[in-house]
């Protein structure tokens, strides 16, 4: 059954179109969730290879994405496993030079940046709720927890978020 | 004051700040049809030992007039047919075993074993393989690792140290025709853990290998079975939550005296 797929599926430029379909969407989610461009795509090539092996199981069309979705948010959790790990980066991360090229886009990276400093739950319940606009039980299924932990994760983000923007010199 | 709206606008224009498309397409499909190509080589040498396994042989199975199947592997829990299971050694378990499931129950990713998953009256089981815990369950993986030694003994001294969590043991016990001992989990009564956004739920380890977190659930009671199969560690983990009934309980239990380790 698998060779099957590996055979003639495959040979048609299934991974390929699905690749082009799906990865930019799952680089600026992995992005949001890790402010670097070079390790969201990292993420979401592991995110693809992990689900290719998976693919026999996707009846839907629409139900890559899903499971892109989650796979891209596990993998973020989990490269920023260790707390000091995280730390790190994010110094690393602060101290990398700007390029933001306005006033406005100072404001983004700077929220940004504070959105990468919550801790990783806090910061993808952020993202899945406001940037792919999912509900709190789409997102609690992606996070694996009720809807009410999603909404006091969101609640708990964005007020860690505004302390943390209070906090940044103007 | 920022509120949701101003971060809905900030994350959309960030995201916009990346290319439309992602710079190294080939490499990555290359990537994933190699891994295609390898998985489709173990699932047709998974199916040819299936089939030497249908074979009428001289050897009897491992439970005399059970069923053997193959367990379905998705993201999603898909119900499974009551039934005798094979489990082959994986990153999960460092040996084969044979698990039966009465009706009703679930597989997700291969390996997690469930009842009305996502409700308060779930069950839950798994083997595991893990060499480190959370030094305190409270923190979960926003605190420290605390690293456990090779032996039962010592993954059994580690659980009974962990801060955050209710535990007791150990218990001797057996699983599966070899010595274990068996170490009792539940969270504390006391407010929730402010890091963990899982309403009062405690994070016990993060088995990094196969990424996947023990949460142990407020209203949770767990059990880690701890055996010593021929010098090598394998853990069985059990789950009910609150709301389960007696019924239930025996089932899982029923569950995880049915298996049987294969050497």
Same mark, same amino acid.
């Given at each position: +059954?698998?060779?099957?797929?590996?055979?003639?599926?495959?040979?048609?430029?299934?991974?390929?179109?699905?690749?082009?379909?799906?990865?930019?969407?799952?680089?600026?989610?992995?992005?949001?969730?890790?402010?670097?461009? *070079?390790?969201?795509?990292?993420?979401?090539?592991?995110?693809?290879?992990?689900?290719?092996?998976? #693919?026999?199981?996707?009846?839907?069309?629409?139900?890559?994405?899903?499971?892109?979705? %989650?796979?891209?948010?596990?993998?973020?959790?989990?490269?920023?496993?260790?707390?000091?790990?995280?730390? &790190?980066?994010?110094?690393?991360?602060?101290?990398?030079?700007?390029?933001?090229?306005?006033?406005?886009? =100072?404001?983004? =990276?700077?929220?940004?940046?504070?959105?990468?400093?919550?801790?990783?739950?806090?910061?993808?319940?952020?993202?899945?709720?406001?940037?792919?606009?999912?509900?709190?039980?789409?997102?609690?299924?992606?996070?694996?927890?009720?809807?009410?932990?999603?909404?006091?994760?969101?609640?708990?983000?964005?007020?860690?978020?505004?302390?943390?923007?209070?906090?940044?010199?103007? | +004051?920022?509120?949701?709206?101003?971060?809905?606008? +900030?994350?959309?224009?960030?995201?916009?700040? #990346?290319?439309?498309?992602?710079?190294?397409?080939?490499?990555?499909?290359?990537? *994933?049809?190699?891994? #295609?190509?390898?998985?489709?080589?173990?699932?047709?040498? *998974? %199916? $040819?030992?299936? $089939?030497?396994? &249908?074979?009428?042989?001289?050897?009897?199975? $491992?439970?005399?007039?059970?069923?053997?199947?193959?367990?379905?592997?998705? @993201?999603?829990? @898909?119900?499974?047919?009551?039934?005798?299971?094979?489990?082959?050694?994986?990153?999960?378990?460092?040996?084969?075993?044979?698990?039966?499931?009465?009706?009703?129950?679930?597989?997700?990713?291969?390996?997690?074993?469930?009842?009305?998953?996502?409700?308060?009256?779930?069950?839950?089981?798994?083997?595991? @393989? +893990?060499?480190?815990?959370?030094?305190?369950?409270?923190?979960?993986?926003?605190?420290?690792?605390?690293?456990?030694?090779?032996?039962?003994?010592?993954?059994?001294?580690?659980?009974?140290?962990?801060?955050?969590?209710?535990?007791?043991?150990?218990?001797?016990?057996?699983?599966?025709?070899?010595?274990?001992?068996?170490?009792?989990?539940?969270?504390?009564?006391?407010?929730?853990?402010?890091?963990?956004?899982?309403?009062?739920? @405690?994070?016990?380890?993060?088995?990094?290998?196969?990424?996947?977190?023990?949460?142990?659930?407020?209203?949770?009671?767990?059990?880690?079975?701890?055996?010593?199969?021929?010098?090598?560690?394998?853990?069985? #983990?059990?789950?009910?939550?609150?709301?389960?009934?007696?019924?239930? %309980?025996?089932?899982?239990?029923? %569950?995880?005296?049915?298996?049987?380790?294969?050497?």
């Amino acid at each position: +059954m698998m060779g099957e797929m590996a055979g003639e599926g495959i040979e048609r430029g299934m991974l390929s179109e699905l690749y082009v379909a799906y990865a930019p969407d799952g680089i600026r989610l992995a992005f949001l969730l890790t402010g670097d461009r *070079a390790l969201a795509e990292d993420l979401v090539q592991d995110a693809f290879v992990r689900l290719v092996g998976r #693919l026999r199981h996707l009846r839907e069309p629409d139900a890559f994405w899903t499971y892109l979705r %989650v796979t891209i948010v596990n993998l973020a959790t989990s490269h920023f496993r260790h707390r000091k790990v995280e730390r &790190a980066y994010l110094e690393r991360l602060a101290g990398a030079p700007s390029i933001a090229t306005n006033r406005n886009d =100072e404001l983004d =990276e700077t929220m940004h940046r504070v959105l990468l400093r919550l801790p990783q739950r806090q910061r993808a319940a952020i993202v899945l709720r406001f940037y792919e606009d999912l509900s709190d039980a789409q997102a609690a299924g992606v996070l694996g927890c009720s809807a009410g932990t999603v909404r006091s994760l969101v609640s708990r983000g964005m007020k860690t978020l505004r302390e943390g923007l209070e906090e940044v010199p103007r | +004051m920022i509120d949701e709206h101003d971060v809905r606008e +900030m994350l959309h224009r960030r995201a916009d700040t #990346l290319p439309a498309v992602p710079v190294d397409t080939p490499r990555a499909v290359r990537r *994933a049809r190699r891994r #295609l190509v390898l998985d489709g080589a173990l699932a047709m040498v *998974a %199916v $040819a030992v299936v $089939a030497v396994m &249908a074979t009428p042989s001289p050897t009897p199975p $491992a439970t005399p007039g059970a069923t053997m199947t193959r367990l379905p592997n998705s @993201v999603s829990p @898909v119900p499974i047919e009551p039934g005798t299971y094979r489990v082959p050694r994986s990153a999960w378990s460092v040996v084969d075993f044979t698990v039966t499931f009465p009706g009703g129950w679930m597989v997700q990713d291969g390996h997690n074993y469930l009842k009305r998953p996502g409700t308060v009256e779930e069950l839950f089981f798994q083997a595991v @393989v +893990m060499d480190e815990i959370y030094a305190d369950a409270c923190q979960g993986n926003d605190g420290d690792i605390a690293k456990v030694g090779p032996t039962v003994d010592d993954l059994a001294a580690a659980l009974l140290a962990q801060r955050g969590t209710k535990a007791s043991g150990p218990i001797e016990t057996t699983l599966g025709g070899y010595p274990a001992v068996r170490i009792d989990l539940t969270a504390p009564n006391s407010k929730p853990c402010p890091s963990m956004g899982l309403q009062g739920a @405690v994070q016990i380890w993060h088995n990094s290998p196969t990424d996947n977190y023990f949460v142990l659930h407020a209203d949770g009671f767990a059990s880690v079975y701890i055996l010593d199969v021929d010098g090598e560690r394998q853990v069985f #983990l059990t789950q009910y939550r609150s709301a389960a009934s007696e019924e239930d %309980v025996r089932q899982l239990q029923e %569950v995880i005296d049915s298996i049987h380790i294969e050497t």
